[in-house]
T-cell receptor, first 115, second 112 residues
Framework: SAVISQKPSRDICQRGTSLTIQCQVD?????MFWYRQQPGQSLTLIAT?????????ESGFVIDKFPISRPNLTFSTLTVSNMSPEDSSIYLC????????????FGPGTRLTVL | GENVEQHPSTLSVQEGDSAVIKCTYS??????FPWYKQELGKGPQLIID?????GEKKDQRIAVTLNKTAKHFSLHITETQPEDSAVYFC???????????FGPGTSLSVIP
């Protein structure tokens, strides 16, 4: 398995501001993903964070709203921009790679509340 | 694209009884089916998975079965314990590095 940490673990933000969430994994991984989980709901993929190139976004998610960086094989950030109360969710990163038997493992999540 | 359905949405069992959660998927090309357990305030934890070349897999009190013809798979938990209480998600994907399509989740409560 992999040890994945996310910062911050939770935050309360004002509408119109931006928050950057960090995801750090303890080993090099091929793939890193960002998911959103709205209260009481399942997980929805936001984007795949590609190392050295632009992220690949799913339908309904755009780079201007959720810019993503992945500078190396163990770290990624997700920014939630110009936040509104509808962005209140749990944001999770996950990782996958050959060293993990190509299974996906999830971080603990960042609980975001937008007022 | 892939669509995963999951039943029941909530399940309550007495401690020691068995719990069964069922999922169906739509894309016959899917060949990897993980199950995740999510406790309150935590990220999903992979508890067991099955690949399409296997019909059943067991790990202690947890087992998963797969029927590719019918496109459904199930999670079986025997001798349930209070610590099994959590939300369980089934998922399906086609290949390694594919995005995970999650079912809507089952909230399992084990009553002591």
């Amino acid at each position: 398995s992999a040890v994945i940490s996310q910062k911050p673990s939770r935050d309360i933000c004002q509408r119109g501001t931006s928050l950057t969430i960090q995801c750090q994994v303890d080993s090099q991984v091929t793939m890193m993903f960002w998911y959103r989980q709205q209260p009481g709901q399942s997980l929805t993929l936001i984007a795949t964070a590609n190392q050295g190139s632009e992220a690949t976004y799913e339908s309904g998610f755009v780079i201007d709203k959720f810019p993503i960086s992945r500078p190396n094989l163990t770290f990624s950030t997700l920014t939630v921009s110009n936040m509104s109360p509808e962005d209140s969710s749990i944001y999770l990163c996950s990782v996958e790679g050959p060293a993990l038997d190509n299974e996906q493992f999830f971080g603990p999540g960042t609980r975001l509340t937008v007022l | 694209g892939e669509n995963v359905e999951q039943h029941p949405s909530t399940l309550s069992v007495q401690e020691g009884d068995s719990a069964v959660i069922k999922c169906t998927y739509s894309d016959s090309a899917s060949n990897y089916f993980p199950w995740y357990k999510q406790e309150l305030g935590k990220g999903p934890q992979l508890i067991i998975d099955i690949r399409s070349n296997v019909g059943e897999k067991k790990d202690q009190r947890i087992a998963v079965t797969l029927n590719k013809t019918a496109k459904h798979f199930s999670l079986h938990i025997t001798e349930t314990q209070p610590e099994d209480s959590a939300v369980y998600f089934c998922a399906a994907l086609k290949t390694s590095y594919d995005k995970v399509i999650f079912g809507p989740g089952t909230s399992l409560s084990v009553i002591p």
